[in-house]
């Protein structure tokens, strides 16, 4: 079992659509959790960080964290195409200072 | 701040020679991370270091493989000798203690032929 799972998509949603990405956890010392966008041929971009159980809003992005659960999503509200990307989810161990990621969920915003 | 410098950031090789890459991480960052990205295996952390000292370099998928961080400015990672299955896309990326997520340079694209 990979220690941070995530579906890989694509996930097609249509313009101005909430996007709901998933993530799960193995690692129930994990203290740091993050939301990373890529486009392609180009680099992760940390885009959300959440450290404690409930909601966190930034703009259009909503972090979701249930520790219980081991379980981490990315609400994106009014999806735009520009939102187009794989979203990965990263996860540091319990010393906070090594991130793992999920293999990443496609995400296909449609005009 | 110029952000975390990788260089080159194209490299093709043949089977068999030395590459290295090099990362500039952000000045005043103490941690710096080596992590290799294929469309199989995802992103895959190699090594990092805490204050120029390697802490876990578990990740690295054989002697082949090596990196140094000399200085807090300036760290590489050398395969060598390198296989076509070494062809990836290798990221740098630093942060300091206690930050929110770590920053990621712009790549390296290997190719092995």
């Known amino acids: 079992q990979k220690e941070v799972e995530q579906n890989s998509g694509p996930l097609s949603v249509p313009e101005g659509a909430i996007a709901s990405l998933n993530c799960t956890y193995s690692d129930r010392g994990s203290q740091s959790f993050f939301w990373y966008r890529q486009y392609s041929g180009k680099s992760p971009e940390l885009i959300m960080s959440i450290y404690s159980n409930g909601d966190k809003e930034d703009g259009r992005f909503t972090a979701q964290l249930n520790k219980a659960s081991q379980y981490v999503s990315l609400l994106i509200r009014d999806s735009q195409p520009s939102d187009s990307a794989t979203y990965l989810c990263a996860v540091t161990n319990n010393a906070g200072n090594m991130l793992t990621f999920g293999g990443g969920t496609r995400l296909m915003v449609k005009p | 701040d110029a952000g975390v410098i990788q260089s080159p950031r194209h490299e093709v090789t043949e089977m068999g020679q030395e590459v290295t890459l090099r990362c500039k991480p952000i000045s005043g960052h103490d941690y710096l991370f080596w992590y290799r990205q294929t469309m199989m295996r995802g992103l895959e952390l190699l090594i990092y270091f805490n204050n120029n000292v390697p802490i876990d370099d578990s990740g690295m998928p054989e002697d082949r493989f090596s990196a140094k961080m000399p200085n807090a400015s300036f760290s590489t990672l050398k395969i060598q000798p390198s296989e076509p299955r070494d062809s990836a896309v290798y990221f740098c990326?630093?942060?300091?203690?206690?930050?929110?997520?770590?920053?990621f340079g712009s790549g390296t694209r290997l190719t092995v032929v």
């Open positions: 990326a630093s942060g300091w203690t206690g930050s929110y997520g770590y920053t």
